[in-house]
């Protein structure tokens, strides 16, 4: 059957059909056009009708719909800081088109974002409503539930020895790990304006050096006894 008229004509699927060329309709040609809009990504819908057929000869008729655009976006459950920093990288803007592959990206990028600052078990809700001012417009809400940090409780280390132990947990002190060694940061902010706060700060700074002591396998300095005396009036 032979091509009248494609209306409208795209300058890449073109290519795949020629007016007053013999196609089988429908057949194998039909499709490949169908499938190289898709390929565009530009599309929400595409569909080949025939507008009329006369004799050997047909009038075919191109039907698309663009793919919706962007009206507004509206986070929730991030600070102004964070918001920012993922409008940058998620790739959504305002007045640009949005499908599904898009936002699929959008919540890894989102995860993997709060995942590096330790919220390990950030939930992210993304939904598309119609917007009812503008046609073939969507609202965009991004729902994040950042829930707790997940924190370091204990590392353990084995196949190596204490001192090499020690090294590697010294590495990896950004883990934050719980432990009497942390008392160290202690020692330079404790206030110096009552002997009691001094007394307390110089336990905490001992309980820390016990424990790098024992991580380390070092016999702790025997500390002469002293002796304290009281005297009543």
């Known amino acids: 059957m032979a091509l009248a008229a494609l209306i409208p004509i795209c300058c890449r699927v073109s290519q795949a059909l020629e007016i007053g ?3 089988e309709v429908p057949g194998a040609d039909m ?23 006369v004799g050997n000869t047909i009038y075919l ?12 976006i509206v986070y929730t459950g991030v600070k102004k800081s964070e918001r920012e920093a993922l409008e940058k990288s998620i790739g959504l803007r305002v007045g640009g088109q949005i499908t ?3 936002i699929n990206r959008a919540k890894i990028i989102i995860k993997r974002y709060f ?13 598309m409503k119609d917007d009812v001012t503008k046609e073939n417009n969507m609202l965009i809400d991004i729902n994040i539930d950042k829930s707790n940090k997940v924190k370091v409780e204990h590392i ?8 090499e132990a020690a090294k590697l947990k010294r590495a990896m002190k950004k883990t934050r790990e719980k432990s009497l060694i942390n008392f160290f940061s ?19 700074s001992m309980l820390g050096a016990i424990a790098m002591q024992s991580l380390l ?3 702790l300095p025997q500390r002469s006894p002293t002796t304290s005396t009281s005297t009543s009036i």
């Open 21 to 23: 060329a013999t196609y």
């Open 31 to 53: 499709s490949e056009v169908v499938r190289r809009y898709w390929e565009q990504k530009l599309f929400s819908d595409v569909s080949l009708t025939a507008d009329s057929i």
């Open 61 to 72: 008729h191109v039907h698309l719909k663009a793919q919706p655009r962007i009206s507004s």
């Open 100 to 102: 599904q592959d898009m």
């Open 115 to 127: 995942d590096e600052k330790g919220f390990k078990n950030a939930a992210v809700d993304i939904r």
């Open 156 to 163: 353990y280390i084995t196949g190596v020895s204490n001192k």
């Open 186 to 204: 202690l020692k330079n902010s404790c206030p110096r304006s009552t002997k009691k706060t001094r007394h307390t700060c110089s336990i905490a």
């Open 217 to 219: 396998q070092i016999p």
